[in-house]
């Protein structure tokens, strides 16, 4: 069962989803809702699996709620759930770390789609982001500079494509420790400590 939480200041949103998905059907539903940042802060961090995070609410920058509910709950994935369809913030939240960001007109099939997948350690373009990303072929970490091996490249690439270590593994067909063990090299070699911010530094290279 993965169990959202979902930030929203719309009631009307919060009983969308939860007409989506019922416990006696699904194996996901809406354990936990807020309508406001200060209220989120007060969730217990054991009691939901995902975070559902509005873009704009009634108080606060995105990009500082953001930091906020991830600073309070490590660990926990945050999808973007919102309206907006410009590039320019899809880019920002998924710079800052988001796993994915769902349109609030997706329907039931594609929420739950991108939720089991973020719930497997994958980041989930949004169809805006894939268009991005096609059009701006990020190669920065090819240079030479950081002399990264073949394997390396092709695991960042895998990487930038959302895919979770496991399933880089057998794309690859490697030990999953072996994955991980590339991955904490390739952080080392870009000085990052976690994924998401491995992710800052290679969308901020040059193309």
């Given at each position: 069962?993965?169990r959202?939480?979902?930030?929203?200041?719309?009631?009307?949103?919060?009983?969308?989803?939860?007409?989506?998905?019922?416990?006696?059907?699904?194996?996901?539903?809406?354990?936990?809702?807020?309508?406001?940042?200060?209220?989120?802060?007060?969730?217990?961090?054991d009691?939901?699996?995902?975070?559902?995070?509005?873009?704009?609410?009634?108080?606060?920058?995105?990009?500082?709620?953001?930091?906020?509910?991830?600073?309070?709950?490590?660990?926990?994935?945050?999808?973007?759930?919102?309206?907006?369809?410009?590039?320019?913030?899809?880019?920002?939240?998924?710079?800052?770390?988001?796993?994915?960001?769902?349109?609030?007109?997706?329907?039931?099939?594609?929420?739950?789609?991108?939720?089991?997948?973020?719930?497997?350690?994958?980041?989930?373009?949004s169809?805006?982001?894939?268009?991005?990303?096609?059009?701006?072929?990020?190669?920065?970490?090819?240079?030479?500079?950081?002399?990264?091996?073949?394997?390396?490249?092709?695991?960042?690439?895998?990487?930038?494509?959302?895919?979770?270590?496991?399933?880089?593994?057998?794309?690859?067909?490697?030990?999953?420790?072996?994955?991980?063990?590339?991955?904490?090299?390739?952080?080392?070699i870009?000085?990052?400590?976690?994924?998401?911010?491995?992710?800052?530094?290679?969308?901020?290279?040059?193309?």
């Open positions: 069962m993965i959202i939480f979902i930030i929203e200041d719309h009631p009307v949103t919060i009983a969308g989803l939860r007409t989506f998905f019922r416990p006696s059907r699904d194996t996901i539903i809406v354990n936990k809702t807020a309508n406001s940042i200060d209220k989120a802060l007060l969730i217990d961090h009691s939901f699996d995902v975070v559902l995070l509005d873009l704009w609410l009634p108080s606060g920058e995105p990009e500082d709620n953001f930091k906020k509910i991830t600073a309070k709950f490590p660990g926990k994935p945050v999808v973007i759930y919102s309206g907006e369809m410009s590039v320019h913030w899809h880019r920002k939240m998924y710079k800052l770390g988001a796993k994915a960001f769902i349109n609030k007109n997706a329907d039931k099939s594609l929420i739950e789609d991108t939720l089991k997948r973020v719930i497997k350690g994958e980041t989930v373009y169809s805006g982001m894939q268009e991005y990303l096609s059009k701006r072929v990020i190669e920065g970490y090819r240079n030479p500079k950081f002399g990264l091996t073949t394997e390396q490249e092709e695991i960042i690439q895998y990487f930038l494509e959302g895919l979770s270590a496991k399933d880089i593994a057998g794309k690859l067909k490697k030990d999953l420790s072996t994955i991980h063990k590339q991955l904490k090299n390739i952080r080392d870009f000085e990052v400590s976690s994924d998401a911010n491995l992710m800052k530094a290679i969308l901020n290279l040059p193309a």
